[in-house]
């Protein structure tokens, strides 16, 4: 099978350890971690041959990311040396109803300095047959935006499939257009789509009917609308996602999924009881994780498992979506960004087998 390159920004992560607060803090633990990256590493976990191309500065901290990005199977060819610096987010991990902390330090990266034609895209999709990108891409900077859209073109013109997770930041969108704005360009020209409960909503304004966020109500069969509108909105999408994460408590969620794809004009009627899955709705099996051990990279764990899902299992949607759901439920019991978990684990979940005794 080809290769998927995926682009973006990867991050210094630097968090104290456990559950500690930052004013009780005296160490901080070091790991890298940014969306696309994230995804990279869950697809080389899979086995799939994956590329991440991005900018990093050339000093040691730009050397052991990359290191630490080969280390994991991904590959890093066509990442680019340049800059002052790279960015960094510190994280204070939540518990129960203490909920978790983020602080950018990301500002004036070599990412976020990137440039229009900096990066040959024709080279960096040889032999590639999937792009995957974030909405934290093109929030990042007006060239990190124009970069991604440069990719998304190059991606089109060759004939690769382009993925998108919508992925809101609202502290990020400051260079002097909104999220909306930009978005929908770059969105209009992606084949699969994948958002959580309220993204949709912060970008497009498009909110599922019913729902509460804050009081954990995130009904699957209400996200069917917010599917099928961003699917009339963009014409170009062929397939919709949304994570659904019921928020007990910053140690106790909920997890499922919803997938959406574009009816085949060909397809007959359906007959009495297959109206969902001939319309082309599907739910994940919802999953009740307790303890929340880390849950920064959900989503991107869930977006890595819908790919591979996607491309594998072609002819099942149902198992693609159910693969994706059990590998982000997975990831929350991993610490840092990265999910580690392998097929064969994903598998036994989906098949399940949730009970986590010893494997002997």
Known sequence: MKKIVTFGEIMLRLAPPGFQRFTQARTLEATYGGGEANVAVSLANYGETVDFVTRLPKNDLGDACIASLRGLGV?????LRGGERIGIYFLETGAAQRASKVIYDRAGSSFASIQP???????????????HWTGITPAVSQGAAEVCREAILAARELGVTVSTDLNYRAKLWKWGKTAGEVMSDLVGLCDVALGNEEDAEKVFGIKAPESDITAGKVDADHYRFVCEKLAERFASLKTVSITLRGSISASHNTWSGVL??????SDPEPVEGEQSRRAGFYIAPTYNILPIIDRVGGGDSFMGGLIYGLRKYADDPQKALNFAAAAACLKHSIPGDFNTVTVAEVETLMGGDASGRVSR
């Open 117 to 131: 034609g900096s990066i040959d895209w024709k080279t960096a999709f040889a032999g590639a047959d999937w792009f």
């Open 75 to 79: 590959g890093t060819g066509h990442i």
């Open 260 to 265: 959406w794809t574009r009816p085949e004009r």
